[in-house]
């Protein structure tokens, strides 16, 4: 049962803010509890009953979160100005006491609202200290005040947030919330922006109207400049022709916003190119009157100074091999060209990504350093002229094709390989992938020693054929192996049992003896018998407090076990109410195989199936051992007809279980709104004994039948 919150509004309609001046008044009451609240409503110490107040309702409203009561206040009167206290209870279930909260309504009360001291949106230097106030300018009670997000450099003292030394990562919108509970909360953002200024570039575009890649007198040229900005449209572009500012003019046009670029950039555009246009020309970003330093370029403009990129690969760098793990480089050079502009790498499949995780790359000088190469990395990689700080003009590009060298992947099946002595074994490595798929090894080891045996032919799968005898059990290894390397199959081969399988459902396993003494039936299956030799005995072995008690052969007397048959043994003079550890192995012509264990304990002999096992009223609060699913959407609830949810639905739910007295409880659920179609309350059973339809062979237990009484109701059933 959690602590409730009580909130107050006043009618849709009304715009004028003073609860004195309304009609109505709404007191929600709300709680989150598990079995559902009762409510009750006090004004002052004085219980309210709607039955005897004329002048208020108590209702549920639908479409809610967790359990909720309304107050509604009609028609305001004088004495409707109290304190009002909302109690909850779930009838001391688990010892939860009631809890409760009190409002108190006056004809000052009203809902909070706000003012920022600064405006919507805040543009600073970084370094700067920031402050950001919100003032209350109406509410009752006082509004509570709250800002969020808050940094690691943010302070917050009253109604003020202190940002100091504000870096990029601060920016952002800051949100002020003021409430009371009265009416809905006052919410104000706040968008800070923090200036930021890098990566200046560059563009020479020739006339784009004559498809010309080259500088050329009597032609058309543009220069464009771009910065990365935060905020981009605040960003003030100069130009400069040999250190002397440029304006407007016929053959000189500057372009603030370039339409043709991408936004943010400023363009120089020289009309019908002269000699007295040849020059250096330099473009300088900054933010007006900002502590930003400002970024500079300069682009020297003559015949000999601009010509188109010429991209090469170097001798052997169209494919370049590596092994997986190793580092290389991919290369792709402009070896002509002024000025030499950036390459861009990316991979040639769209949907495939860089080692960043980016979906490309920049590199100056044109080599992509890949480091820790892995085989997901190969592939076929594309090499670009980058628009900037260049020609802009058709993009060069080259391909290089990466592969990745690694060891064969290998498939060995079932490693654990039994079998009957002197019966043929077939081992078999299947090779999954391999780059370079060419093996050239395969080779067979036993227990470290290779096999002599003809070399394999490396195109087929590696196989090796062999009959087992009491010599030849052990590890084999499959080593197979490919220009990057090796790799290996293992696998165990034994003649030697499985374990036996424990059968932990056996009934009454206890028989009680003289002298305080017990006995216990152990029973148990074989797993595969038919895979190895034939199993003549059991080694049992009965241990307290690792001390043997108990050691010796169980003879199945020429009874072979069978697969999923039970076999039992009964171990007797076991002390009352002692519990021992049980180790049981299979024994064959040629070996014993490995022990299987488990503990056994002392219980009271009981007869079978126990009768609160499989009768159940819901009469214990332990409700017979059923649990809630956790996965579900809502719960079942346990009630009778004096308990029963005071919420729930008219004409739903039965009135009393089968037993038709007022105490007998059942379990409910609520199916009416706010539930929808498909939502699932789902009540789990106890664990049941039950691992097949009648158990193994032998275990004389039967299937168990399950019956119940439901009652459903409504329209739709």
Known sequence: LDIPVLTVHQTISDVRGSYYQEKTVFLRCTVNSNPPARFIWKRGNMLIEQSKDNGVDIYEPLYTQGETKVLKLKNLRPKDFADYTC??????????????????????????????????????????????????????????????????????RGPTLNLRAVTPTDAGFYNCTAYNNVGNQARKNVNLVVRTMSNLTFQITPDSNKDSETIQMGRDLKLSCHVDATPQDKV????????????????????RSDPDMAPGTSSLEIVDMKFRDLATYSCVANFPGSRVPELRVDVNISQNSVSPPVLALPPGGQVVNVREG???????????????????????????????????????????????????????????????????????????????????????????????????????????RSFPTRLIDIRWFRN???????????????????????????SYECRVTNSAGTSTCAFNVSAQPYNAEFYFDTPNPVRIQKGNNYSYNLQWTQRDPEATDRIIGYWINVRKNKQNVLSKQIDLKGKEPEKGVLL????????????????????TTYSTGEYASRIIQYSEPYTYPRPSDHVCGFEDQRICGFSQDRSDVFDWTRQNHLSQNPKRSANTGPETDRSGTKEGYYMYIEASRPRTEGDK?????????????????????????????????????
Not at 236 to 255: E, Q, R
Request: glycine share 6%; with cysteine; proline share 9%.
């Open 568 to 587: 039992s043994h009964t171990i007797s003079d076991l002390r009352i109410p002692l519990s021992y550890e049980v180790r049981l192995a299979p024994i």
């Open 87 to 156: 109690q909850v209870s779930v009838r001391n279930v688990c010892s939860i006491e009631d809890k409760s909260v009190t409002f108190r309504l006056t004809n000052a009360t009203s809902p909070p609202m706000i003012r920022l001291s600064v405006n919507d949106t805040v543009v600073v230097d970084p370094g700067q200290d920031v402050l950001l106030t919100c003032e209350v300018t109406a509410g009752f009670p006082l509004p509570t005040l709250r800002w969020s997000p808050l940094p690691l450099s943010a302070q917050v």
């Open 236 to 255: 003030n572009y100069t130009w400069y022709k040999n250190g002397a500012p440029v304006f407007n003019s016929d053959s000189l046009i500057l372009l």
């Open 681 to 717: 309350a789902r009540l789990l059973s106890p664990l049941f004994n039950v691992t097949s339809v009648r158990g193994p062979k032998g275990s004389g237990r039967v299937p168990y039948c399950v019956a119940f009484y439901y009652h459903m109701k409504g329209k739709h059933i």
């Open 448 to 474: 470290g020693e290779i096999i002599r045996m003809p070399m394999p032919d490396t195109k087929e799968k590696p196989e090796l054929k062999f009959k087992l005898d009491p010599t030849n059990n052990g």
């Open 326 to 432: 190793g580092n290389i480089d991919l290369v792709c050079l402009v070896v002509e060209g002024k000025p030499r502009p950036p390459i861009l790498w990316s991979r040639m499949e769209k949907d495939l990504l860089m080692s960043s995780g980016a979906t490309t790359m920049e590199t100056l000088d044109g080599r992509l350093m890949l480091r820790n190469v892995s085989r997901d990395m190969m592939g076929a990689y594309r090499c670009q002229t980058a628009p900037y700080n260049g020609l802009n003009i058709k993009r060069r590009e080259a391909q290089v094709q990466l592969n990745v060298q690694y060891p064969p992947i290998l498939d060995p099946g079932d490693p654990d390989v039994r079998s009957r002595n002197y019966q043929m074994v077939t081992l078999r490595c299947t090779v999954v």
